[in-house]
């Protein structure tokens, strides 16, 4: 046994050197912000671009050479022909899905996308029967309590649900003994069956799907845990974590219980991905420069009038995954702050500016208030935010096109202003301006 002394000076010895750090890229609302133009930025140069948690509920879209690509379940660096894209075991795979996801991306031209992508072998299966339980739950919940959650249907919760109670079933089982995997699928769906009686399942075609699925997915498969511990200790590498969702939209500290079924902070990337906190090096939030919400749940700026229905049609602001319009309001700085304190940004993207260009004048939320006086924190509670007043600073509109800007000093004075004023306020500094939905549009400041 070591002795006091021998603990304290094993203590100042310096620590072994911790490898890679990767970069992590984090939504900092309610989603939608447009991470996947980021994460797009960032992956040109990337050797590896993984995703860490969520399923085919998220949606990224990214437009390179004129070509719009829709992501899902593909991490957006499947686009770089020179980088490998990874699906870590927090993620939940709808296996139909990934494919059809691929297989349409590579009819636009996203030649060799099974070549470059890995999947973890702890990674949970979403089939397509939590994605009809899904759909029960909802129909469920609105004749109960009068409103559901707005999920996007995708079987997203009812797979997680499935992992916490210890009865899902993983790659590794899909791809290991399918007599084993087969009854335990069975037993599965008769457990589902006994909640939801209406359920019907074609066990036998199911299994035959799934023994097809897992020969196309069996080249692709690794012991992620371990192919990651190579990566953050091997060479120098550039790794790049791409979360789905965003802060509010957390399992523990988005808008419960309007949120997803993950961890979208910076902690899914360690669980996700079994990455050491002492790896994670940047931490980038990306923030709308207004503020949208699918679905239902609190939204404190939210505008339900003209500003509304503009930043909405503007904005082209429809869901890449469910094609609901999105509700849209100021940009929330108290939501951005406290996304900040969870996820410690270095660094954050404000995307779209430009659809800001035509209005006269710009409201930012800076505070909330509850029965008059201001709130230091972020309710937990949905019917206390759904109560509070918010507090807002007004700019004057710089009614100026800034979608052909593409440095700080082509934007202007007022849009500067606008954009520093967001900056001292979350004391994050501003590292990316998007001002449009390609490649160029994105203004990098440092």
């Known amino acids: 046994r070591l002795c006091k002394n021998c603990y304290l000076g094993a ?71 020179k980088s490998i894209s990874l699906i870590g075991n927090g993620v939940v795979i709808h296996l139909p899905g990934l494919f059809e996801e691929g ?39 609105q004749a109960q309590e009068g409103k559901n959650i707005g999920t996007t249907k995708k079987g997203i919760g009812p797979a997680y649900s499935s992992k916490a109670s210890r009865t899902g079933l993983r790659v590794c089982d899909l791809l290991g003994d399918f007599k ?43 012991d992620g845990v371990y192919y990651m511990y190579e990566a953050l200790h091997g060479p120098p590498k550039k790794i790049l974590v791409e979360g789905a969702n965003a802060a509010l939209l957390d399992i523990d500290f988005g808008t419960y219980p309007f949120v997803t079924s993950s961890n979208c902070t910076v902690g899914g990337a360690c669980t996700g991905l079994g990455i050491p906190p002492m790896n994670i090096g940047d931490v980038f939030g990306v923030a709308k420069a207004y503020t949208t919400r699918v679905g239902i749940g609190a939204f404190p700026t939210e505008q339900l009038n003209a500003i509304g229905e503009l930043l909405q049609t503007r904005g082209h602001e429809v869901g890449v995954t469910t094609g609901r319009k999105r ?35 710009i409201k930012v939320g800076v505070a909330y208030k509850l029965n008059g006086k201001r709130i230091p924190h972020f309710p937990a509670n949905m019917d206390v935010l759904q109560k509070v007043e918010v507090e807002y600073e007004t700019f004057p509109g710089w009614k100026t096109d800034t979608s052909a800007a593409r440095k700080w000093n082509d934007l202007p004075v007022k849009a500067q202003n606008y954009i520093r004023f967001i900056e001292n306020h979350i004391g994050v500094p501003i590292k990316w301006v998007g001002v449009g939905k390609s490649r160029e549009c994105m203004i990098q400041m440092f």
């Open 11 to 81: 203590s100042k010895r310096p620590r072994n050197d911790a490898g890679n750090k990767v970069t992590v890229v984090l939504g900092a609302q309610w989603g939608d912000e447009g991470k996947g133009k980021v994460v797009d930025l960032l992956a040109t140069e990337a050797d590896i671009v993984c995703r860490c948690q969520g399923g085919n509920n998220a949606g990224h879209t990214v437009v390179v050479d004129g070509k719009e690509y829709d992501f899902h379940l593909l991490p957006s660096g499947i686009i770089n022909p």
């Open 103 to 141: 297989d349409k991306n590579d009819k636009k031209g996203l030649k060799g996308w099974e070549k470059r992508l890995i999947v973890s072998d702890r990674a949970h299966l979403v089939f397509d029967f939590h994605q009809v339980v899904d759909g029960l739950q909802e129909t469920e919940r």
């Open 180 to 222: 084993d995997f087969s009854t335990r699928f069975k037993n599965l769906v008769q457990q589902y069956q006994s909640m939801y009686p209406s359920l019907t399942v074609d066990v036998e075609d199911q299994l035959k799907k799934l023994k097809e699925f897992a020969e196309r997915l069996r080249p692709m498969v690794r």
């Open 327 to 361: 509700r849209c309001g100021w940009l929330d700085l108290v939501i951005v702050r406290y996304a900040h304190m969870i996820n410690g940004f270095t660094a954050i993207a404000l995307t779209k500016l430009d659809i800001l260009d035509v209005l006269d004048e």
